[in-house]
């Protein structure tokens, strides 16, 4: 169970990082600062290849669509490095990441009791 905790700990901290990075940025901003890109998809990535290391049956206590989606979303980013699609990232970031930080805090809050 502890390595499952780490690893949740270490998708939250690389979503707290993504809302750091992204706090006072809007879209046009996001679209043309090469920096913050490429420290949020960084992260994204972390999320991917952590999130394989979660056994099934700890996904399975949430949705399981927001892991397969972080999963191919990291792979696709490593892979495809060179035809990021940043509006996916952009949606990603506002609408999926709030989501799954919730799931996993609720996650960590039953594998910490």
């Known amino acids: 169970m502890k390595n499952n905790v780490v690893y949740l700990k270490h998708i939250i901290d690389s979503?707290?990082?993504?809302?750091?990075?992204?706090k006072f940025v809007n879209y046009g901003e996001f679209m043309k600062n090469n920096?913050?890109?490429?420290?949020?998809?960084?992260?994204l990535e972390i999320i991917g290849e952590t999130s394989k290391h979660i056994p099934l049956h700890?996904?399975?206590r949430s949705f399981p669509f927001y892991w397969s989606?972080?999963?191919d979303l990291g792979n696709n980013l490593i892979q495809y490095y060179?035809?990021?699609?940043l509006e996916l990232v952009w949606e990603t970031i506002?609408?999926?990441l709030p989501e799954l930080k919730t799931q996993v805090m609720d996650l960590l809050c039953t594998l910490d009791e």
């Open 35 to 43: 920096l913050v890109q490429s420290a949020v998809i960084l992260n």
């Open 82 to 85: 060179y035809e990021v699609d």
């Open 69 to 71: 989606f972080f999963e």
């Open 94 to 96: 506002n609408f999926r």
């Open 58 to 60: 700890i996904k399975e």
């Open 15 to 22: 979503i707290n990082k993504i809302e750091e990075f992204t």
